[in-house]
């Protein structure tokens, strides 16, 4: 596929995406990656387009991460805050929405809350519409640029074996993953307590475990995940310190990895919670990486969206 072949309007998940689709983006994003290198970390791409970024929760990676990218392709853009918005004064989102691209941005980027969101507003919108994560359902470009980082590691992801530890329930992020891993031929196992496993993730084609040994052993890469408390209407673990001495990734458990095993985390990290210091910031951590990573993913995906508006045009 090129550039040419992409006919989307919208990014609103991975499960949507073709194995060749996840590859034109990933391939996008490495002819972005170098102009984070030049002296100044800019192209014309998208001068004249306009990008409106509507985030109804607090976010610091993925805004500043779009932000960037938007800036670096010269788009023009605008934070949308709900604070001061007519969305406290009783405005439905789809109205709020509508008279937004009454200004007529070319794109959207959006998180909320509320699962399906930006399906619903992409259905409403003449705009594209990006998903900058949907609740605990999907988180695309946190997805992309996790595979991107692999991609770049390991020079591939077919057969590379993939674990994802921590609250696995609750995450969009894991869900996103394991649509697009599966999809490139990666296996994927899971781990964490028992509460936090939803049912019927065999269904999705990836291994389960409750020990964390037993899903680290002779993997690839090891993805931690934080626990979204923000997302529990009960405790479903003891402590925080219980939980380190059970699911935490320390120097010692990540032993039973392969030798050049990557270690990972979508942040935000809680050190000594799910991960061990010496461990976020050892040799194997490629987590700063995935936070550079996504710059050149978003410039990727805003680039083909952008494409098709054009073509619409």
């Known amino acids: 596929m090129n550039a040419e072949s992409w006919h989307r309007k919208d990014l609103l998940g991975i499960a949507d995406l073709s194995p060749e689709e996840i590859r034109l983006i990933l391939d996008t994003a490495e002819s972005f990656r170098e102009v984070a290198e030049r002296p100044i970390k800019k192209v014309p791409t998208l001068r004249g387009k306009t990008v409106i970024n509507l985030f109804f929760e607090s976010s610091t990676r993925t805004r500043s991460s779009f932000e960037i990218a938007e800036k670096r392709l010269s788009a023009d853009n605008m934070n949308f805050s709900t604070s001061g918005s007519a969305l406290e004064k009783g405005e439905s989102l789809v109205d709020t929405a509508l008279n937004l691209e009454a200004m007529s941005p070319d794109l959207v980027v959006i ?35 996790d595979a991107f980082t692999i991609r770049r590691h390991k020079g591939r992801l077919d057969g590379l074996t993939v674990t ?39 269904a999705l084609g990836v291994e389960v475990h409750t020990e964390l040994e037993p899903a680290i052993a002779g993997a690839d890469v090891v993805m931690m995940l934080r626990i979204q408390l923000e997302r529990m209407n009960r405790k479903l673990f003891p402590s925080s310190r219980e939980y380190f001495q059970r699911f935490a990734l ?64």
């Open 111 to 145: 998180r909320h809350r509320a699962p399906g969101v930006p399906h619903l507003l992409a259905a409403r919108l003449r705009s594209g519409v990006i998903n900058a994560g949907d609740g605990a359902h999907e988180h695309p470009t946190q997805a992309l640029l």
């Open 164 to 202: 994802i530890v921590g609250d696995i329930e609750h995450s969009r992020v894991v869900r996103s993953n394991i649509h697009l891993l599966t999809k490139m031929g990666s296996r994927v196992r899971v781990a964490g307590p028992r509460t936090m496993l939803p049912p019927a993730l065999e």
């Open 250 to 313: 320390t120097r010692e458990r990540l032993g039973a990895a392969r030798e050049d095993a990557i270690v990972m985390h979508p942040g935000p990290m809680n050190r000594g919670v799910e991960i061990a210091s010496d461990v976020a910031d050892g040799p194997q951590s490629v987590i700063l990486e995935q936070v550079a990573a996504g710059v050149a993913v978003r410039m990727a995906v805003l680039y083909l969206l952008s494409g098709v508006r054009e073509e619409e045009g």
